[in-house]
């Protein structure tokens, strides 16, 4: 018989959670440095290591997801689970947005108390957090440079090889485009979506237009311009329909995901109400909202430092604001998913699927 009596030895929630470590992690510069300690300071501090630990966290769910999607175990149930993480930390980020509301009742002036006893460290030197922006695919021609540096000049050689490493392996954007890449979406047999996708799309804008054109509100020249906004098989529509625009406007930057997992995103989207793709739908969902609730995080956080500094660099060295400001614009992940709403048609447009093939649609990956 196995012997259980260390299994299940008592623990006390103090011990357990090692809340003497934890307490104890609050050594305030100014009180180092200075007689007079800034009252401030223990609130900078402690909002600044709960993101630590919050980082942390979205790195344990992140890796989990993507070791699912890497040894291709997407079967039904490890979508759901793979869903379940991360729409929690769907709700992490939405605690790191609220939580800067809570350092924003520490006033400028108040700041000013200690800011000067933080040069040279900077929020741009939390590797946690570049740790994150990496698992998720965040590229390098993507991102700004740190004052002409490479973003992860500030860390010791053992952390930048880590990044490295990440960067040519694994990430999530890279695993979720296979996975669309292998789905059993696009091998349709005889149907063929693309052909009949783009006479969806043919017969839409004909209707369009001719609501525009039978406006008896819009001038000549507005229907005209209308007309011409609306686009059609020739123009945004050509990076799903032709696969050589799709790989020129790879080659530019304009898109990432492969032209393969652009069809199999699009078809999940349109085909979403089929009961079979309600989860590789849910999935994507929540990619579109991590990227963009991390957006909303950067912008709060760049209007945060306008607030409390104004015009006045970081404590690292950077344009402040600025940066900040600008990474919000810029540090996107998932663009091809949120471009997918440019391809949408409605639902009455939608081609019918043959009935065989929808007893055949499922989301297991292919061996």
Not at 158 to 180: C, D, K, P, R, Y
């Amino acid at each position: 018989m196995p012997d259980n009596s260390k299994k299940y030895t008592t623990i006390h929630y103090h011990s357990y959670l090692q809340l003497d470590k934890i307490l104890d992690a609050q050594h305030l510069r100014s009180a180092e440095l200075d007689d007079n300690p800034a009252h401030e300071e223990t609130l900078f501090i402690i909002v600044h290591q709960v993101y630590e630990l919050w980082f942390k966290q979205l790195i344990h769910e992140l890796g989990s997801v993507i070791q699912m999607f890497e040894e291709q175990r997407v079967d039904e149930r490890n979508l759901g689970v793979a869903i379940g993480r991360l729409n929690r930390m769907i709700e992490i980020i939405k605690l790191l947005i609220e939580q800067i509301r809570v350092l924003e009742t520490m006033t400028p002036l108040d700041f000013l108390d200690f800011r000067n006893y933080l040069f040279p460290a900077s929020g741009f030197q939390s590797f946690q957090f570049r740790m994150v922006e990496v698992m998720l695919g965040l590229k390098e021609e993507k991102r700004l440079t740190y004052h002409g540096h490479h973003y992860a000049s500030v860390f010791p050689e053992n952390q930048q090889e880590q990044l490295e490493a990440i960067t040519e392996n694994l990430t999530l954007f890279g695993v979720i485009e296979s996975w669309l890449e292998r789905t059993p979406f696009l091998d349709f047999g005889a149907f063929n979506f693309l052909k009949h996708y783009k006479a969806a799309v043919e017969r839409m804008v004909e209707k369009e237009k001719a609501a525009i054109n039978n406006s008896a509100y819009l001038t000549d020249k507005e229907k005209q311009m209308r007309v011409k906004m609306m686009g059609n098989t020739d123009t945004y529509f050509e990076s799903v329909l032709d696969p050589a625009v799709h790989a020129r406007m790879k080659a530019e930057g304009k898109l990432r995901m492969s032209h393969k997992a652009t069809v199999a995103a699009l078809l999940i989207n349109l085909y979403r109400d089929e009961p079979i793709l309600h989860n590789p739908f849910n999935l994507m969902v929540c990619l579109v909202d991590i990227d963009e609730l991390l957006t909303t995080w950067r912008y709060r956080h760049a209007q945060m430092v306008l607030r409390m500094l104004g015009r006045k660099i970081g404590t690292g060295g950077s344009s402040g604001h600025e940066y900040l400001h600008n990474t919000a614009a810029k540090h996107h992940i998932f663009t091809d998913l949120h471009n997918i709403s440019t391809l949408l048609i409605p639902r009455s447009e939608l081609p019918e699927l043959p009935p065989e093939l929808k007893k055949e649609l499922g989301f297991y990956a292919k061996e």
